[in-house]
């Protein structure tokens, strides 16, 4: 079995930052692009970012200069440094990995960590 476990979010104020991580473990033989996404109350799951083994990345238009996607392979980690932070960011957080584990390749989610911005 892979397990996606994410860490770190929370409470915030606007214009502050938080720092969320997402540890996959179990039966892993290779990990391919690990992303973040993300929903808000009564909106659709969206894609926040996405990063690939040699570390390229992709970022949705509304976090580019904001948020920060990085990994390190050698501990299957991935984590989002997320700055200036706005109330418009309020969501739960999913990681997401494509991956070879032990029933094959496909996609694994994690449970999903709250970040809230507020005043």
């Known amino acids: 079995q892979v397990h996606l476990v994410e860490s770190g979010g929370g409470l915030v104020q606007p214009g502050g930052s938080l720092r969320i991580s997402c540890a996959a473990s179990g039966s892993i033989f290779s990990i391919y692009t690990m992303g973040w996404y993300r929903q808000a109350p009564g909106k659709q799951r969206e894609l926040v970012a996405t990063i690939t083994t040699s570390s390229g990345t992709n970022y949705i238009d509304s976090v580019k200069g904001r948020l920060t996607i990085s990994r390190d392979n050698a501990k299957n980690m991935v984590y989002q440094q997320m700055n200036s932070l706005e109330p418009e960011d309020t969501a739960v957080y999913y990681c997401?990995?494509?991956?070879?584990?032990?029933?094959?390749?496909?996609?694994?989610w994690g449970r999903g960590t709250q970040v809230t911005v507020s005043s």
């Open positions: 997401n990995a494509r991956l070879i584990g032990g029933l094959g390749y496909g996609d694994y």
